[in-house]
């Protein structure tokens, strides 16, 4: 189910499968108003979840800046199935994957991999097979994922000889096997940065003590062009300062500008123009375009809707009232009358069914100047009834002719 998040950005629940038949726990962040440009797909940090604040505050500010991004537990972290200690981080690069499967299916397939410490690495391994990423970004990740076994000094020892360790990371317990190990230097042979056809962007903080910089240098100094580093001065290895977190996604969303193909709408010759869609993991919840204005549509919660808009109903009396009082400022202008505040009020009831439905909306108008004469205001309801919306409602005969396109 979409939660509202503010008012320009949304977001809900999603699930999907691995290719281990275990399901894995998401969130969708979107722009409350409109299609998003481009989709992003974001990995968290190392026995991280989707559920870190930084996350949100990265894919909350993107979702401003009108993009879409999917946030989600690897298996065995956070809200999804399977088992930590039965995986490695080439099961992360598979769940990527799938995660991008996901999107590809439901929404767009993604344009931008995000990932945070050791997810930001795993973004750089996965991205050449991920082809529809044009643009890869790191936030305080290390530049081969053999570097995690730092985290697990204390018992690598123990590892070796027992073939498995209980292993405290960040307050939170986890059963880490040889296996693991042996996949992270497995994986770190390959050195993939040097074959990276992708831009890179490189955020890391100089006072990360957890990553340090020097995994910054040896990512940038490996990579091919283009490749951008920004310095996050003063940043924790976490971003649990929410406005270093937000100043993340603001740059991401810049930077990328100048590597996705967004196609921008510039046709305003045509004032009829408007395109509405529900994605297919949403109920009733429709992105509406008109022209160069962004709206929502919903249905109630008793209808089983969500609730972030007004009704298509709803919005047909909208277009009533509002043209209503702007025909009156219009007449009043050309009449050179002083209406002070316009205020409109409306009720409907409903008779019959079927064919024999009726319909009678009432209005109730108030003016604030109160010196408007008798006549003045009997010619105010006149004018009323002659707004567009009104007469091609009461009047007029409306022709819709509906076509499929494959």
């Not at 797909?41 to 604040?53: E, I, P, Q, Y």
């Not at 400022?329 to 064919?355: C, F, H, P």
């Not at 009323?384 to 005969?397: F, G, S």
Request: glycine share 6%.
């Amino acid at each position: 189910m979409p939660i509202p998040q503010n008012t320009t950005t949304m977001s809900k629940k999603i699930s999907f499968l691995n290719k281990n038949n275990q399901e894995l726990k998401g969130d969708i962040y979107l722009p409350m108003h409109g299609q998003p440009k481009a989709f992003a797909l974001f990995a968290h940090c190392f026995t991280c979840s989707k559920n870190l604040k930084t996350v949100s505050y990265i894919a909350e500010r993107l979702a401003q800046q009108g993009f879409g991004v999917l946030g989600f537990d690897f298996t065995g972290l956070g809200d999804s199935e399977g088992d930590f200690s039965e995986t490695n981080f080439s099961h992360n690069l598979s769940d990527l994957e799938d995660a991008s499967s996901y999107l590809s299916k439901h929404y767009q397939s993604p344009k931008l991999l995000i990932g945070h410490s050791l997810g930001g690495t795993a973004c750089l391994y996965v991205a050449n097979q991920i082809e529809s990423a044009v643009g890869i970004v790191t936030i305080g990740s290390p530049n081969e994922p053999e570097h995690v076994t730092h985290l697990l000094e204390s018992s690598l020892e123990e590892i070796e000889k027992n073939g498995e360790s209980k292993v405290d990371i960040g307050g939170r317990k986890f059963n880490i096997k040889k296996q693991f190990l042996e996949d992270l230097k497995k994986q770190s042979e390959a050195n993939v940065v040097k074959n990276l056809n992708k831009s890179l962007l490189i955020f890391h903080s100089p006072q990360d003590k957890i990553v340090t910089i020097k995994n910054a240098e040896e990512l940038y100094k490996n990579a091919k062009h283009p490749k951008s580093f920004v310095s996050l001065d003063g940043a924790s290895h976490l971003l649990t300062n929410q406005e270093d977190a937000t100043y993340v996604g603001e740059v991401i969303a810049g930077w990328s500008k100048r590597y996705l193909e967004i196609e921008e709408n510039n046709d305003t010759k045509n004032s009829e123009k408007l395109e509405a869609k529900i994605y297919k993991e949403d109920q009733f919840t429709t992105q509406i375009k008109i022209n160069n204005h962004l709206l929502i549509a919903d249905e109630p919660k008793e209808v089983g809707g969500d609730d972030l808009g007004p009704s298509p109903v709803d919005l047909v009396d909208a277009g009533l009232a509002s043209c209503t009082l702007m025909t009156l400022k219009m007449y009043a202008k050309r009449k050179d009358w002083q209406l002070g505040n316009v205020e409109i009020k409306m009720t409907k009831t409903s008779e019959g069914s079927g064919k024999n439905k009726q319909h009678q909306i009432k209005r109730e108008l108030k003016f604030g100047n109160k010196e408007l004469n008798e006549e003045q205001l009997d010619k105010l309801v006149q004018i009323a009834d002659k707004c567009p919306v009104h007469r091609m409602l009461t009047e007029q005969k409306v022709f819709i002719e509906t076509s499929i396109k494959l």
